[in-house]
Structure formats: C-alpha cells, structure tokens
C-alpha cells in the first residue's frame, strides 16, 4: 500500500484498506473487529462498509484526533452517529450541526459551570442516599445487587430530579408512574424505544407551558432551559427546542454515566489493591454534605479511578464524523462527505502512548504530572467545541457517588469465574447484568 511521502504523493495515495469488511457501529461485533483491523493496518485506515457502499476511515493518532476535533472541527459534521440518534433526541443539541448548534451551545453551555454544578449536590445526595438505604437493608440480609441495573436506576434518578425537580412528582401523577422508566426498563437503543421515548415529548411540552404559566423560579435544568436567552436576539428557547433539549439531557446524561460506574465496581471489585487506596483516601477524609466541586477534585485518588475505569471501558467507545471539504489527515487526502471514525477505545488502549495498556492502574492519573487529554490520547468525554457539555455534572455525580458507597463497603464480583462480555452499541456496556456483593468495611 502506498504510504505519502511528500505532497505530490499525499494527493493520489490512500491509506490502507482493512480485509474486514463491515459497516462500523451497525454490527454487533463493531468493537472487535475494528480492534483487529487496527491491528492489521496501523493508525490510519479504511474500512469499505458495505451498507454504505464507501469506505469508512478510521485514525487513532494524536495529531489527526487534535485536527478533526478541534483545529479543523468546522470542517467536520457528525455523520453516522447522527443518523443513529436523531431519531431519538430530535434537533437538540447532540444532534444540530452549524449555526443552530453554536447557537444552542452557547445557550447550555453556562448550565453546566462548576458553580451551577455544586447547586445540584442535594438533588444528587438525596437520590444516592435513598438507594444506599435499600443498599443497606439488603446488605444486612446478606443479598446481592444488581450493579448494572442500580447504577441505571441511579443516574436516571439523578438525572430527571435535575431536570424536573420537584414537577417529576407531578409527571408521575399524572402517568400513574414514573414516565421516563422505560429509559432504564427497555435497554436496547432501537425504533421501538425511539416511538415510546419520543411519545414523552408532548407531556415535557405540557410541563413547560405550565411552568411558563405559573411564572414560578425553580433551580433545575428545565428552569435553566426557560430562563436561557440568546445573547444575541435576546430571545427565548422555541418550546420545540426546548424539549428537544431537555430529552436530550435524559438519554445523554443517563447510560453514559450508568456505564461509566458499572465499569468503575466491576473494576474495583477485580483489583482490591485499588479498591483499598480508594478507601484509605476516603477514610483520611471527613464525609461532609453538599461537597463543593472544588472538594469533589480533592479526592484524587477516587476521580482517577473513574478516569481509568473510563480509559479501559470509555463508553461513548466511538466518535462518528464526516468531512464537508477535503481534508488531510496524516498526509492522506481525505475526499469531501467522507466518514471518519475515532475511537476512544482504540486511542485509550494504544500501546506507543498507554504502557500495559490493558491494565487497570488508576495510579496513571491519581499520580500523573501531565493531563494525558493535552496529549490528545484520552478522549472519554471527546475533545474541542463539541465536548460533552455535561462533563462537570457526570464527574460530579459519579465522584459523589463512589465516595458514598466506596466508603461504606467493598463489593465483591459474585461470578468472577465468568467472562466478561462487551456491548458496543451506542454505548459501551456489559451484556449481563453484574451481581455483587455488599461487605460493610466497618
Ligand atoms: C460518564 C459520563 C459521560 C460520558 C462518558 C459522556 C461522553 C460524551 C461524548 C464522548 C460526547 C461527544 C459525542 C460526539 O461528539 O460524538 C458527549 C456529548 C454530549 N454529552 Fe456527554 N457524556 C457523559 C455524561 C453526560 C451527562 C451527565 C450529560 C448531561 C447531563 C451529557 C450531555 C452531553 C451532551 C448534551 C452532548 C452533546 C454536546 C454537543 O454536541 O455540543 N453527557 N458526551
């Protein structure tokens, strides 16, 4: 395969062609066969996907992942992962592209602050300490949990009380149940769960108009979303984005975060070296209520083992974009409408940036001198304009709840013999649910 060399070269060559043919995100064993396809042909690649008839490029190099997030970012839309998602969230902010999204992400952008995030410290206390309540009843009887169902149950908890405060009260009453339980009850991403999600969009409408209406202030994100303007008009929301917007804080700030800390347990519980590190952090610190964000960093130790558990396991595992000009991506001519893949999981896993790349060592991060993202080599949160603007609100709730938990008990795997089995659909998942068991530490 020819390799550019000089300018000349780098207009004609390709890059090369993996043997593997397959549309990467649309198969089940997407994960694994783009793994050993990286294997074959190196950092920079194409994969002819059949069911688009093109060649998909993938590049897992530092310096292409820095161009296509961030330098060069206008020249890149979302592509593929855009037509996997619209569906679902509509024309909120994950899925716009162009002006209205710059318009939309100057308005959210301030929501998710540092300063707004410690406002949510009792939301996301409250709706910790009422699970470690059953926690603890089941613990007594000796039972297990459910991890991956738990930490579902968790973030979807803490996630719609920070949209809809006290009004989810009302959402239930008037729907004889929680509205949004299909979020965690019907796992799979599919169009049948896209029509049950998107039915919810009339009744969030209704919700926003009531609230309009009643002209009461109230902190939660839904408030943020009506009070927002738009530096420029000075205008509000439409309430068709607005919506839009609030569902899409559901599903982005949900399975993201519940597989983020379904990862974390399943890690600590394989590594009890980590797990007491964790809790002798834990224990040189007074337990308080309503921790600053700034107190929330201080725990070192806890947030650098989310930060590895999301090195191993990122779970937004890939990042799909496409070209609107040509581009040049390591000397290669990328043509227009091109798809170009990243993937956080290939980039966290490479052996030339990440020594023993597959071992879990939160020491990595608790113990570094430089931030690996600077070096564009850990991307669990993506990179540039387009970063997961919820990155302070999703390490804020996990770092809350890792010190709550990990403080109490060490979980212990109660299958540790069985092999562990990856889900790489939108997001990055176990198949199987996990069970542990809950040891008290004191
Ligand atoms: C561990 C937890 C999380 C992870 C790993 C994560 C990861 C990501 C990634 C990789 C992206 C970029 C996707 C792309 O550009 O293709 C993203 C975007 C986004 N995330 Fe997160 N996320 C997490 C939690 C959250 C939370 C808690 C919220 C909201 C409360 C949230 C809201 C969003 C939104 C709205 C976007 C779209 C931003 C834009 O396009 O401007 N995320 N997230």
Redesign the pocket.
């Known amino acids: 395969m020819l390799r550019p060399t000089d300018q000349h070269s780098a207009s004609t060559a390709l890059p090369p062609l993996a043997s593997d043919r397959f549309d990467v995100g649309a198969t089940e064993d997407s994960l694994e066969r783009l793994v050993a396809s990286a294997r074959e042909c190196g950092d920079v690649f194409r994969i002819h996907a059949p069911g688009r008839g093109s060649d998909t490029w993938v590049v897992n190099n530092p310096a292409d992942i820095k161009r296509v997030?961030v330098t060069n970012h206008r020249n890149y839309t979302?592509g593929i992962?855009l037509d996997r998602v619209r569906i679902l969230l509509g024309n909120?902010?994950?899925?716009?592209e162009g002006d209205l999204?710059r318009r939309?992400?100057r308005m959210?952008?301030p929501m998710?602050h540092r300063k707004v995030m410690e406002r949510f410290a009792q939301t996301i206390e409250r709706c910790i300490d009422e699970r470690i309540g059953r926690w603890e009843a089941l613990a007594a009887r000796g039972e297990p949990i459910d991890v991956t169902d738990e930490m579902s149950g968790l973030?979807l908890d803490i996630?719609l009380r920070?949209?809809f405060g006290e009004d989810l009260d009302w959402l239930a009453e008037r729907m004889g149940g929680n509205p949004f339980a299909v979020v965690a009850e019907h796992v799979a991403r599919d169009l049948q769960f896209a029509y049950k999600f998107r039915s919810l969009t009339r009744l969030v409408g209704e919700l926003a108009v009531r609230r309009r209406a009643d002209g009461i202030e109230r902190f939660d994100?839904l408030g943020m979303l009506l009070a927002a303007r738009d530096k420029e008009t000075g205008a509000p929301m439409p309430d068709r984005e607005l919506v839009d917007?609030a569902m899409?804080?559901v599903v982005?700030?949900?399975e993201?975060?519940a597989?983020?800390?379904n990862w974390t347990w399943y890690l600590l519980a394989r590594h009890p070296e980590a797990a007491a590190r964790l809790a002798a952090e834990l224990d040189a610190t007074p337990e308080r209520r309503g921790m600053s964000f700034e107190q929330s960093e201080s725990l070192r130790y806890t947030q650098a083992v989310?930060q590895e558990a999301?090195r191993l396991y990122?779970?937004?595992w890939?990042?799909?974009?496409r070209t609107i000009a040509a581009d040049q991506l390591s000397g290669y001519r990328v043509p227009p409408g091109t798809d170009v893949l990243l993937s956080?999981y290939l980039i966290h896993r490479h052996p030339r940036h990440w020594p023993d790349p597959e071992v879990f060592r939160p020491e990595r991060f608790a113990d570094a001198h430089v931030d690996p993202r600077d070096e564009w080599i850990y991307?669990?949160?993506?990179a540039g304009?387009?970063?997961?603007?919820?990155?302070n609100?999703?390490?804020y709730?996990?770092t809350l709840h890792v010190a709550r938990v990990a403080r109490r008990w060490r979980l212990e795997l109660l299958d540790p013999g069985r092999p562990l089995e990856l889900e790489a659909a939108i997001?990055l998942r176990t198949r199987h649910g996990l069970r542990v068991k809950l040891h008290p530490r004191h």
């Not at 909120?92 to 716009?96: A, V």
């Not at 890939?318 to 974009?321: A, K």
């Not at 304009?385 to 990155?391: M, N």
């Open positions: 997030l979302k992962g909120g902010i994950m899925t716009s999204w939309q992400r959210i952008q998710f973030t996630i920070s949209i994100f917007e899409t804080l982005a700030g949900h993201t975060s597989a983020a800390l989310i999301m990122p779970p937004g890939l990042l799909t974009r956080p991307i669990p949160f993506a304009p387009r970063h997961c603007v919820g990155e609100f999703a390490m709730e996990m997001n």
